[in-house]
């Protein structure tokens, strides 16, 4: 099984402390954060989406990106991913992704997709981002970086199903599918294995993390509402070892890529313990 650690997930270790601590767990690749860390937030606690302390600048140069594939080379990490928030149909963007991708040896980048928030209708967000695609495969292909839409919450593409209904337009050489079930406790679960099965050849890439359900019962006791938490691993709604057999029986051979937001461990632990989960959970005679 080949593992891999996205560095929103350990937002108080330097590139070179990560590297290190990947190594010290046996994972062997890094999704690289590609996002600035705000001037207003440099002081505070690192954090995941503010001052996470293992980001490459996007307003950087080659060589400060450089430094990233250098703390991944001295521990023998690869550099799997670059990993961006993008806009859809922001290109020039995406291609400066692309090209930090390319600079430092990685495989894919994440591409921008809609949001959906019941403002705008859900088919003109569906022709907007397959317009963008569309430029997003040409980038990949001249680049020879692959473009991945991730299974997100609030956005038009939360299940396998509806990820599959906007790559499929696309060579699956250059535009494939983030398949992450955690997200999919927040919004767009289908059964896993159907879910894989329809995905097939555009399946590139798997992050690991769980989540759950709270009840908050009203004030006047009438009614209640139901909201999605994060969670450790093997605490929340996600079957992990389920969904590994799943992936295993559509020959999936990929990184599962932790991206753990319980908070549950510090980020050290959080990786021993991550690659020790999954081990237990793995089939090895179907993995070997």
Known sequence: MKLSVFTVAT???????????????????????????????????????????CSMDPGGTQEDWLGFREAADKYERRSLAVVPYLSCGDVEATEKVMQAAKLIGASFIRAGIPGYDRKRNYNELYDQAVQYLHEVEELA?????????????LTIAPSAGLAHRLVSHFNPQHIGVLYDPGNMVYEGYENYRMGLELLGPYLAHVHVKNGGYRKTPSVDGTS?????????????????????QDLQSVGYDGYYGIEDFSGTFESREMLVRFAEQMNEWTDHKQSV
Do not use: C, M
């Not at 010290?24 to 890094?30: C, F, K, L, N, T």
């Not at 292909?141 to 919450?153: C, Q, S």
């Not at 909201?227 to 969904?243: D, H, I, K, M, T």
């Open 11 to 53: 937002p108080d270790l330097v590139p070179e402390e990560l590297a290190n601590a990947a190594a010290d767990a046996g994972i062997e690749s890094i999704e690289w954060r590609f996002k600035e860390v705000p001037a207003d937030a440099a002081e505070e606690k690192p954090s995941f989406w503010r001052h996470n302390r």
């Open 141 to 153: 292909a001249a680049y020879g970086v692959k473009a991945l839409v991730e299974t997100h919450h």
């Open 224 to 244: 209640a509402v139901w909201s999605a938490e994060w969670s450790a691993l093997s605490e929340g709604a996600v079957p992990w070892r389920q969904v590994i």
